[in-house]
């Protein structure tokens, strides 16, 4: 039997009854609204660990390849928001990354993978914001009180009431006030830890500088592999799909819109970050430069007041990033949950919504508090997970989409980047394991030092 038209497999129509669509990926923003969410995905307190990834390439890979990551991810978005595009005017538009890849592929299997993938790096990331987010409460508790008691996990529990809270917003849309005010907080962590870095590299208390790599060439290796991984998952956030569901139809050319407004903001804050922690700091950077800036013994390496600003930014700026990552859970327990005849407010659909979600932030927070090694561990996903969903996804799926002829430049350039980056990815997967296994006899449930 032949196998019906793509059209009829995935019709506009479907999303008239669909609670994830109706309810939580409204299709009601303007491009500058799908700027501020894809940068609150994309640009966050991650980009403070750039410093760390040029430990471990040096100056002139470290630049190859933070901008290689940043025209490629460019590029990829652009072809997927193209291949979106193109589905919308079939008539087959398409909110979620998981449809998307099933349609264009035509392998209902893709469509498990994609979810499976989406729901690792999602709830990872969850987790590791609210983390994050319980930490600088904890640098702020010890600064204001050195003998204090508290541990982490009740940081972390004091943030998880706060996104239980937040994430009863009933819809993407709703977020983008919230991720307007993301995009401010992270220009402002930015300035604040690129001038306290500037302002120290020029004072007389200045570290010595160093910026040799590894002694060893395996050493070497796998250090420049683990950050290829870091700097590929700074810059991936396999939710675009999503985000560009919440622009009002016809979304045709309002994505590219915003990726530029993301990426203007992204060659700003990246490029300057990464560059005067790197140059005051060499390879004693450590995972966050705010680290370096408070060094465990002795005072702080900048003034304490510009300090504490930059970490009350990222803890807000923590609340939005973990909001936005939500949102793909949140649109399967509403699409699962929810009576589409029924209002979004009725108790019919608003006690399903409070339970859900509430219990999924619960579940964020415990593992948070129970991990606070998992910053390994969201490594080893993002190098599983981000790689193939932002660096080749994409580009297979507009080969398949788009079919250009095999004699082609796009088609090759499409090709090479699939396959060097898989490459990588598989790399990467390897080094973060193999940090992984050497951090291990550091970890303890439940504890209060976050290894680092």
């Known amino acids: ?72 991810t460019f590029y990829a978005y652009y072809l997927m928001s193209k291949v979106l595009d193109h589905c919308e005017k079939s008539g087959r538009r398409h909110i979620r990354f998981r449809e998307l890849a099933a349609d264009v592929l035509g392998s209902g299997w893709m469509f498990y993978v994609v979810i499976f993938i989406q729901t690792a790096i999602n709830t990872g990331i969850g987790i590791g914001a609210i983390l994050l987010a319980g930490q600088c409460l904890e640098i702020m508790y010890s600064s204001l009180f050195p003998q204090g008691t508290l541990k982490l996990y009740e940081f972390i529990a004091m943030v998880t009431a706060v996104m239980v809270v937040l ?28 001038a306290a870095c500037i302002n120290l590299g020029l004072s007389k208390h200045a570290p010595k500088r160093e910026y040799s ?62 560059i005067s922690g790197y140059w005051v700091f060499g390879n004693s950077s450590s995972s966050n430069i705010l680290k370096n800036l408070m060094p465990d013994q002795g005072p702080t390496l900048a003034p304490i007041v510009v300090i504490g600003l930059a970490v009350i930014f990222v803890l807000l700026q923590l609340f939005a990033i973990g909001l936005v990552y939500s949102q793909v859970a949140y649109e399967i327990m509403e699409k699962k949950s929810a009576d589409t005849t029924k209002g979004m407010f009725s108790r019919r659909n608003l006690v399903p919504r409070l339970i859900l979600r509430t219990l999924y932030m619960a579940f964020c927070g415990f593992m948070a508090a129970m991990l606070p090694f998992f910053g390994d561990i969201n490594a080893v996903v993002g190098a599983i997970g981000f790689i193939p969903l932002d660096f080749v996804l994409p580009m297979l799926l507009y080969n398949m989409t788009y079919k250009p002829t095999k004699k082609s430049f796009t088609y090759w350039i499409n090709m090479t980047i699939m396959v060097v980056f898989t490459c990588a990815g598989l790399m990467g997967a390897f080094s973060s394991v193999r940090k992984l296994v050497l951090d291990a006899n550091k970890f303890k449930l439940f504890s209060s030092d976050v290894v680092d």
């Not at 939580?24 to 799908?34: D, I, P, R, T």
């Not at 917003?169 to 307007?180: E, G, M, T, W």
Request: some cysteine; aromatic content about 12%; charged content about 10%.
């Open 167 to 194: 994430s009863q917003l009933p819809s993407f849309h709703s977020l983008r006030h919230i991720n307007c005010v993301s995009l401010l907080l992270s220009l402002g962590y930015t300035f604040l830890v690129v």
């Open 1 to 72: 039997m032949a196998d019906p038209p793509r059209s009829k497999i995935f019709p506009s129509s479907r999303l008239d009854n669909d609670a994830g669509a109706l309810f939580v990926l409204q299709s009601k923003g303007e491009w500058w609204h799908a700027g501020f969410h894809l940068t609150t995905a994309i640009v966050g307190p991650t980009m403070l660990t750039l410093p760390y990834a040029f430990r471990g390439l040096g100056w002139w890979l470290g630049f190859v390849c933070l901008t290689t990551m940043g025209l490629v």
């Open 213 to 274: 790599l590894e002694p060893s060439d395996s050493g070497r290796v796998f250090s420049a592999f683990t950050s290829i991984s870091i700097i590929a998952a700074i810059f991936g956030n396999g939710i675009l799909p999503e985000i560009q569901a919440t622009l009002a139809p016809p979304a045709t050319g309002k994505m590219l819109k915003g990726l530029l407004l993301c990426y203007s903001v992204i060659f700003f804050t990246f490029y300057s970050a990464a």
